[in-house]
């Protein structure tokens, strides 16, 4: 079903949204190959129009958890892109101070609770986060963003029954870019219906285009208001596509490039930008404004992360131990 087009100014917020996430990665990428970013990088070009879409039915009181391909989810929440680049980098600038890199970012303050290395690992602290607000008399929710590979995982199964018997609110919203590394998901799983296995723990499901941020905005918000109207959990299954490499080494043998190129097709970005064309609400100038902007934006973040400092090694073992008190 096609979504109608939302006012201009949401429209080009979307687009910008995806733009920005799209940018931030294709330099990191770059960087990374200068040497600049080091150990893991797992991009999520291809994947914008989910957190985008996603995060525009959340509001600032509600808690997000998301996984190493969290780039895009900490853009969209509104993380500034100057913290995150230099947490790419390592520096001290760096919004986890740079001691947690690409898979680690982090903001208490914007309820953005991980990036998380661990497949499966943010299920149970979405959980943790939902009960906290339950016992608070809060009415916040927590959105929980996981990959189709932790669904392999004991933890999503004891995440979502006791989500349920406790009737937690916690939105369960799996990225289905049918690869867990080189496993494609029919090869790991006896039922490749992410959304049905949330009726084995009497969850309500819904699943929705990935690649279309409008629907992914739309479902999102009515699975936002099944969570906050009934306070249960809910679980959400967004159907994408990784364009890139799992991270930056892997020599994608596990599917034909034809594949990919089928899914470029649906690309969220320029077939969002063309629906606003052909309906008037982007003009070719306007297109290079938005891009120019964020360019700026991408490139002073960068020196940001340039010119952040390194934190000095005498100071290796801070934080890593919490002293005893006695
Ligand atoms: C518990 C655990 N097992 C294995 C790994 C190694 N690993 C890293 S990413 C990954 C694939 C996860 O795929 P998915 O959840 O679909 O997320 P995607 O990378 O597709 O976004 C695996 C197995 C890990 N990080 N944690
Ligand atoms: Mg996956």
Same mark, same amino acid.
């Given at each position: 079903m096609t979504i109608p087009l939302p006012g201009r100014d949401h429209a080009l917020r979307l687009l910008r949204e995806m733009l920005r996430i799209r940018r931030f990665e294709e330099r990191a990428a770059e960087l990374y190959t200068l040497g600049k970013i080091r150990g893991f990088l797992h991009l999520y070009i291809g994947e914008e129009a989910v957190a985008v879409g996603a995060m525009?039915?959340?509001?600032?009181d509600d808690a997000i958890v998301a996984t190493y391909r969290e780039h895009g989810h900490a853009l969209a929440r509104g993380m500034p892109a100057g913290g995150l680049m230099a947490e790419l980098y390592g520096?001290?600038?760096?919004?986890s101070r740079g001691r947690g890199g690409s898979m680690h970012f982090f903001d208490v303050t914007r309820r953005f609770y991980g990036g998380y290395a661990?497949?499966?690992?943010g299920l149970p602290i979405a959980v943790g986060l939902a009960l906290a607000s339950r016992l608070q008399g809060r009415r916040d929710i927590t959105a929980c963003f996981f990959g189709d590979?932790?669904?392999?995982?004991?933890e999503f199964h004891e995440s979502l029954n006791l989500a349920a018997l406790w009737k937690? +609110? *916690?939105?369960? $919203?799996?990225?289905?870019?049918?690869?867990?590394m080189g496993t494609a998901l029919a090869r790991h799983?006896?039922?490749?219906?992410?959304?049905?296995?949330?009726a084995a723990y009497a969850i309500a499901a819904d699943t929705v285009d990935g690649m279309d941020v409008l629907a992914v905005e739309a479902a999102t918000r009515r699975a936002v208001d099944a969570v906050r109207g009934r306070n249960e959990p809910f679980l959400l299954e967004a159907r994408t596509y990784r364009?890139?490499?799992?991270?930056?080494?892997?020599?994608?043998?596990?599917?034909?490039k034809e594949e990919v190129e089928q899914w470029k097709l649906r690309d969220p970005i320029p077939t969002f930008a063309a629906r606003l064309e052909d309906a008037g609400m982007l003009g070719a100038s306007e297109r290079g404004e938005i891009e120019r902007e964020v360019a700026l934006e991408i490139e002073s973040a960068i020196a940001e992360a340039e010119a952040g400092p390194w934190e +000095? *090694?005498?100071? $290796?073992?801070?934080?890593?131990y919490t002293p005893v008190r006695r």
């Open positions: 525009q039915a959340l509001t600032a520096k001290a600038n760096g919004c661990i497949v499966g690992g590979g932790a669904v392999a995982e004991g937690l +609110p *916690v939105l369960f $919203l799996c990225e289905n870019n049918l690869y867990a799983q006896s039922q490749p219906d992410i959304a049905a296995k949330a364009f890139r490499a799992h991270s930056m080494y892997d020599p994608e043998l596990y599917r034909s +000095p *090694v005498e100071d $290796l073992a801070k934080d890593v």
